[in-house]
């Protein structure tokens, strides 16, 4: 067995290779989007894989082909399945032949997410498996398993990990990689496809008439476990019990929960052996239901009477916190320590050269006094700009837009949205604004490309996720189908050009777009484009700060004059907005 | 006590701080060890504050409680103050004498401690200070400063320096395998002295 040090989601991307996938799809979003960048980097694709333009899209074609038998993977991240929601209800009741696996990563504490949904309850909600990892190599074995119990009960399996699980790294066992045999064959059979009223009545009960046997699968197959070693137990689930096994003392019974729906025959069997059981898992409190509905007098500690919180992340010194509050004594203590105060914080921030910070400005100077709602991107940290009024989620910065333009707010609303997010549901939004005539700006800030993410190319970059040409969709002409009369584009470099078309959509009625085009400045780089680096006179400068308030992390300000940094990548943005003309390409005066 | 040498490795988006938790893990794999880690992708990584969890000989989670770390190794001078409270007390510290301030110190006006302040705040802890840039043009580029700053550190950890610099060679992008050897002998010099 080969062993490497991998990354929670390319431990899970090997896993899909060992179970000989046939058929890949997702939408990118932090943290799931390593699994399928993982596997479109393979050099051999004995498999279908497609980057979708949104998780409801995915998971649909995930379901067709696993209708068709074949093995299916569908990887998005935990709001994703909000979007995906739709199919996922009703694909328990249809069913799959072939395995289909939906990786919903989680994202306690927010790390890179709008929320911190949990989608254990999705998985309850649905009535379908969830397997849920202790760790990355736990994420590993997991997968072929899914697949397995996929196949076994004929229904999607959602396997959840969180951060950290896809973020982490450990020295991961690997099995051989297999080459499936499958094909692709759909057998018609409308009972089970066509979920006209007839039929689903009978799919949900046979739905709920699975559910025993899952239950009590889950502990034969040893995914739900647990050692007896004393009068009180602690139950873990996903992360949680990594933490806990860090700090387990002597003589503290541990059951371990990766698998759902938890057998309650068994549980109430391991609870009942104890005097006092305490529940630590991450987000809701799905096991600790499921404990106290069967824990008759024994005492359950958990979120429920203030014991653990229900919300952010687990940590080692957190789980110590939780273990010391109900009792217990933890193995290592983790006392607390103070962080050093006022240190000025380093949030993420838009690069040197992008073209969204220049597309801000622009929008700024010509609509002062607006309302900015925006969406989910790179561009989202256009909030440090003072440009980003509302983020709720994927899709929602024109229809947010209309709707307080219609609720009789009479100030300017110009919204932003990125080209993947508007490709994502932005699309409807427009249409519907259109449709019912609201009074809107809609710039689209167009960097051809999925970048927050990693760069995953998108139906607008000319390319599929595995690197074959495709026709690259045009905005312009999608703006226009849905009604738009006004539809410039124009490069938002020139911020002279862009302020001059914002002044002309703001003078006009009705829904105006402004597509703001350019490449952005990572993928810039790596594809090699040369722009010249630019310097600050230190003769001309008068220490104005106007290149400083642009925001740009390539200017540094000492002395009461302007400094460019190595960081710039020449979009020469600053020079055009220097009063003085002090900024200048480097080598030319 | 959970038995592994815990490394955090901090500093700011686009330094190399997942080049460097790798060149950790295969060092680890090298000598049949165990290794959990953690870290900082997605949008916190442009140009936001970083930091790997690297566990060596670690068998649980993969994040390192506050107060427990046995070494820091910080890119960058402000990063070390920022996660300084992780180190166990006169745990030694290796920085990158080097400051980046973050754009809202100039955009919002905001004081920032100078150098002298901030290696006064860290007096504490064994403080080992190396001028990556400098040491890494030395060795033939600066963008080695990530693998300068392992090799000063090297002497700190439980691991080899024959399986760090043979992961050091694995891991590199191949034309750069001469320079990345040169920084890291250069950095395991510089890193023994105070």
Same mark, same amino acid.
């Given at each position: ?18 179970s ?61 399945l ?5 199919p ?13 696996v ?19 309850c999705?998985a309850?909600?649905a009535? $379908?498996?969830c +397997?849920d =990892?202790? &760790? /990355?190599?736990e ?8 697949f *397995? ?23 991961v066992?690997?099995?051989p ?9 759909f ?15 009978i ?6 008439e699975k559910?025993?046997?899952i ?5 034969e197959?040893?995914l ?14 996903g992360?949680?019990?990594?933490? $806990?096994?860090? +700090?387990? =003392?002597? &003589? /503290?019974?541990?059951m ?7 057998? *309650?025959?068994w ?6 052996q104890?005097?006092k059981?305490l529940?630590?898992?991450e987000?809701?409190p799905?096991v ?33 916190v ?7 004594i ?5 006392p ?23 597309a ?14 925006s969406d989910?991107g790179?561009y989202t940290?256009g ?6 009024d ?7 910065s024109?229809?947010?837009a ?7 707010e009479?100030?300017?609303?110009i ?9 994502h ?10 449709y ?5 700006t809609v710039?689209?800030?167009?960097n051809?490309?999925?970048?927050m993410?990693?760069h995953?190319p998108?139906?607008?970059t ?22 738009v ?6 490069d ?15 003078k006009?009625?009705g829904v ?29 400068c ?16 000492s ?7 190595d ?14 003309g002090?900024?200048?390409r480097?080598?030319?005066? | 006590?959970?038995?592994s040498?815990?490394?955090?490795i ?7 701080t997942i080049?460097?938790?790798?060149i950790?893990g ?5 000598e ?6 953690a870290?900082?992708h997605?949008?916190?990584q442009?140009?936001?504050s970083v ?30 103050l920022?996660y300084?409270?992780?180190l ?18 100039f ?10 302040e ?5 007096r504490k ?13 030395e060795?033939?580029?600066?963008l080695?400063?990530?693998?300068v700053?392992?090799g000063a550190?090297s ?5 080899k ?5 043979e992961?050091?060679k ?23 002295k105070?």
């Amino acid at each position: 067995m080969e062993r490497k040090y991998l990354l929670g989601n390319e431990a899970i991307a090997h896993a899909c290779l060992e179970s000989g996938v046939d058929f890949v799809c997702g939408y990118p979003g932090t943290p799931s989007s390593e699994v399928i960048d993982t596997l479109r980097a393979q050099p051999e694709r004995p498999f279908y894989l497609e980057w979708s333009v949104n998780e409801k899209v995915a998971l649909e074609n995930a379901l067709a082909a696993a209708w068709c038998g074949v093995r299916a993977l569908c990887t998005m991240k935990h709001v994703g399945l909000n979007v995906a929601a739709d199919p996922l209800m009703t694909s328990a009741y249809t069913g799959v032949t072939g395995g289909l696996v939906i990786m919903s990563a989680d994202d306690p504490f927010a790390h890179s997410s709008q929320n911190e949904q949990d989608t254990r309850c999705y998985a309850h909600f649905a009535r $379908v498996p969830c +397997l849920d =990892p202790s &760790g /990355v190599q736990e994420a590993h074995d997991l997968i072929p398993k899914a697949f *397995e119990l996929s196949e076994e009960f004929g229904l999607p399996v959602i396997f959840r990990p969180t951060t950290r699980i896809c973020h982490s790294k450990g020295d991961v066992g690997l099995g051989p990689v297999v080459k499936s045999t499958r094909k692709g064959e759909f057998k018609k059979d409308p009972r089970q496809y066509v979920v006209i009223p007839a039929h689903t009545r009978i799919l949900h009960k046979k739905l709920n008439e699975k559910q025993p046997a899952i239950r009590k699968r889950l502990v034969e197959l040893g995914l739900n476990r647990y050692e007896i070693r004393g009068k009180t137990a602690i139950i873990a689930s996903g992360i949680g019990i990594s933490y $806990v096994e860090e +700090l387990l =003392p002597a &003589g /503290v019974s541990l059951m371990r929960i990766s698998a759902y729906p938890i057998d *309650e025959e068994w549980l109430a069997g391991f609870v009942q052996q104890h005097e006092k059981v305490l529940v630590i898992e991450e987000l809701a409190p799905v096991v600790e239901e499921v404990v106290r509905q069967v824990a008759g007098t024994v005492p359950v500690l958990g979120k429920k009477n203030g014991y653990a919180p229900y919300e952010g992340e687990l940590s080692p010194s957190a789980v110590a916190v939780i273990l010391e509050k109900a009792g217990f004594i933890p193995a290592n203590p983790y006392p607390p320590v103070v962080p050093v105060p006022d240190i000025p914080a380093r949030p993420p921030i838009l690069c040197a050269g992008c073209l969204h910070r220049s597309a801000f400005y622009a929008i700024k100077k010509v609509y002062k006094d607006a309302i900015y709602p925006s969406d989910i991107g790179c561009y989202t940290l256009g909030i440090q700009l003072g440009v980003v009024d509302t983020t709720i989620c994927m899709g929602a910065s024109i229809t947010v837009a209309s709707g307080i333009a219609h609720s009789g707010e009479p100030r300017d609303v110009i919204c932003t949205i990125g080209d993947s997010t508007f490709l994502h549901t932005g699309i409807q939004g427009l249409l519907n604004a259109v449709y019912n005539g609201a009074n809107i700006t809609v710039v689209i800030l167009d960097n051809r490309i999925t970048a927050m993410t990693g760069h995953q190319p998108n139906p607008n970059t000319g390319l599929t996720s595995c690197g074959v040409e495709s026709p690259p969709v045009s905005l312009d002409a999608l703006c226009r189908a849905c009604g738009v009369t006004f539809v410039e584009t124009i490069d938002p470099y020139d911020v002279t050009g862009m302020t001059a078309l914002l002044q002309e959509a703001k003078k006009r009625s009705g829904v105006k777009v402004i597509i703001a085009k350019q490449m952005c400045v990572i993928m810039a780089r790596r594809s090699g484009v040369k722009r010249g680096k630019y310097i600050v006179d230190a003769e001309t400068c008068n220490g104005c700060g106007t290149c400083v308030r642009f925001g740009c992390p390539a200017i540094e300000f000492s002395n009461e004059k302007a400094r460019i940094t190595d960081l710039c990548f020449g979009c020469a943005v600053c020079a055009r907005l220097c009063p003085t003309g002090a900024i200048v390409r480097e080598g030319r005066k | 006590m959970s038995g592994s040498f815990d490394i955090l490795i901090v500093g700011i988006g686009g330094q190399g701080t997942i080049l460097a938790s790798n060149i950790l893990g295969e060092a680890c794999l090298i000598e049949g060890r165990s290794i959990r880690g953690a870290e900082t992708h997605g949008m916190a990584q442009r140009g936001g504050s970083v930091e790997s969890h690297i566990r060596i000989d670690g068998v649980h989670g993969p994040l390192i409680a506050p107060g427990q770390a046995d070494l820091l190794i910080s890119f960058d001078l402000l990063e070390a103050l920022r996660y300084s409270h992780f180190l166990k007390p006169e745990r030694a510290m290796v920085i990158n004498r080097d400051m980046v301030h973050p754009t809202s110190v100039f955009t919002h006006k905001l004081a920032v401690p100078g150098e002298g302040e901030v290696i006064e705040a860290l007096r504490k802890y064994d403080l080992r200070l190396i001028d990556a840039d400098k040491l890494a043009t030395e060795a033939g580029s600066p963008l080695s400063q990530n693998v300068v700053m392992l090799g000063a550190a090297s002497s700190l950890m439980p691991l080899k320096p024959e399986s760090l610099l043979e992961a050091v060679k694995r891991l590199v992008p191949r034309k750069t395998i001469e320079i990345n050897a040169k920084a890291f002998e250069i950095g395991r010099k510089a890193g023994g002295k105070n």
